[in-house]
């Protein structure tokens, strides 16, 4: 592998291994995912996506192996979902893990700093100007359960993107959207793709990995 190319990689996965009782579940898995990269995960049910995505996220804990992340000289060591977040890894799930009673703003900022709470109107005016910069077609003001499926999950992305993810887990996004959401969603995606946000796109639909 040439200078270049490791330059732009952002996550790096080596010989993973995962063990349940009476099932190997992942064994010697290796997976690089480059800066600007939409790198589809594919299977059939129990080929291990799910249980790699969990590791990678902290959901489980990995029996071997080592996740290297841009920006740290070492392993990093992730033992939650939290733990992922630091690294910068974010996950969108294909069910919303959102408040559909809280604000699009509110849900952008629920559970990080306190202090944006002191100040509604900053806090409206800086998730707008992220909705915007993304084209996702919502208010911070408006109620999230207001938005369909499609543009609940373009918020959840948003407010992964303005956490500074540097790697978005997309965990079957589409299989509840209809074909003009599907397309929407594909579109924020490539938005992502060109500012250098690395994308593992996990799926069962082959023709979608194309048209991204």
């Not at 790699?52 to 992340?69: A, H, S, W």
């Not at 969108?92 to 306190?114: D, F, H, K, W």
């Not at 969603?185 to 990995?209: N, P, S, W, Y």
């Amino acid at each position: 592998m040439n200078e270049l190319v490791k330059d732009k990689i952002v996550l790096e996965m080596k010989n993973i291994h995962k063990n349940f009782p009476g099932v190997r579940a992942l064994q010697g898995v290796n997976f690089t995912l480059c800066e600007g990269e939409i790198h589809a995960l594919m299977g059939e049910n129990g080929a291990g996506k799910s249980t790699l995505i969990k590791v990678l996220t902290g959901v489980y804990g990995k029996d071997e192996g080592q996740i290297f992340i841009k920006g740290n000289d070492k392993a990093a060591v992730i033992h939650s979902p939290q733990d992922a977040q630091r690294y910068g890894i974010s996950t969108v799930y294909q069910e919303i893990t959102l408040c559909p009673n809280l604000s699009v703003a509110e849900n952008m900022y629920i559970g990080r700093t306190a202090g944006i709470y002191q100040n509604w109107k900053k806090m409206n005016e800086d998730a707008d100007k992220i909705l915007q910069s993304l084209d996702i077609p919502a208010k911070a003001t408006q109620q999230l359960a207001s938005c369909s499926i499609a543009v609940q999950q373009m918020v959840a992305i948003a407010r992964a993107v303005d956490m500074e993810c540097k790697v978005l887990i997309l965990d079957e996004p589409t299989s509840s959207l209809d074909e003009q959401e599907v397309e929407k969603l594909f579109g924020l995606m490539r938005d992502l793709k060109a500012r250098g946000v690395g994308i593992i796109f996990v799926t069962h639909f082959l023709d979608q990995v194309y048209e991204v």
